[in-house]
T-cell receptor, first 113, second 116 residues
């Protein structure tokens, strides 16, 4: 998994509670991404980061925030979880400045009741 | 923005047969096309990719073809084996064109089942 770990791997939470997912990488890659995967939708980009404290929105960013205070960690926060945010969340890294290839972590399965 | 369509959504083949998955993209500025394989409970893994200056690329039993004029690209798997069973995703990237910042747009996936 390209030196990427995600935590937790599984989480069950209740509607309205805050949730933070962590992506950790060991290779000092500059670019990191958060996706969600849902049946019938494939992988959709939530937010991405192009450096410490540099982040931008993807196509499905509503209800999510991110932070990157260290190169190795990219955090995804659901401020107030909703059932529509039940999904599998994947983190990815892109190794090179001009290389397009992204490599994915193992995923976090989140269930919001 | 870019839109990627992938077909079929499910594909069942007999072991040893070939499998073909097709994708179309909408933006002619796209210039990088990776394919990912996702096994149950795991993250997507890159299996092959192609850039727009190349028409075909092979890696053992896997090949990808690109038709820039028609804006479509295909994954070909020959001599399929049960371990090829997985979900396959295509994707497209415009590189840094128009501030795209190398973002990938994915197809919705194809569930390939190889029957022994």
């Amino acid at each position: 998994d390209a030196g990427i770990t995600q935590s937790p791997r599984h989480k069950v939470t209740e509607t309205g509670t805050p949730v933070t997912l962590r992506c950790h990488q060991t290779e000092n890659h500059r670019y990191m991404y958060w996706y969600r995967q849902d049946p019938g939708h494939g992988l959709r980009l939530i937010h991405y980061s192009y450096g410490v404290k540099d982040t931008d929105k993807g196509e499905v960013s509503d209800g999510y925030s991110v932070s990157r205070s260290k190169t190795e960690d990219f955090l995804l926060t659901l401020e107030s979880a909703t059932s529509s945010q039940t999904s599998v969340y994947f983190c990815a890294i892109r190794p090179g400045l001009a290389a397009e290839t992204q490599y994915f972590g193992p995923g976090t399965r989140l269930l919001v009741l | 923005g870019e839109n990627v369509e992938q077909h079929p959504s499910t594909l069942s083949v007999q072991e040893g047969d070939s499998a073909v998955i097709k994708c179309t993209y909408s933006d002619s500025a796209s210039n990088y096309f990776p394919w990912y394989k996702q096994e149950l409970g795991k993250g997507p893994q890159l299996i092959i990719d192609i850039r727009s200056n190349v028409g075909e690329k092979k890696d053992q039993r896997i090949a990808v073809t690109l038709n820039k004029t028609a804006k479509h690209f295909s994954l070909h798997i020959t001599e399929t084996q049960p371990e090829d069973s997985a979900v396959y995703f295509c994707a497209a990237s415009m590189g840094n064109s128009g501030g795209s910042n190398y973002k990938l747009t994915f197809g919705k996936g194809t569930l390939l089942t190889v029957n022994p």
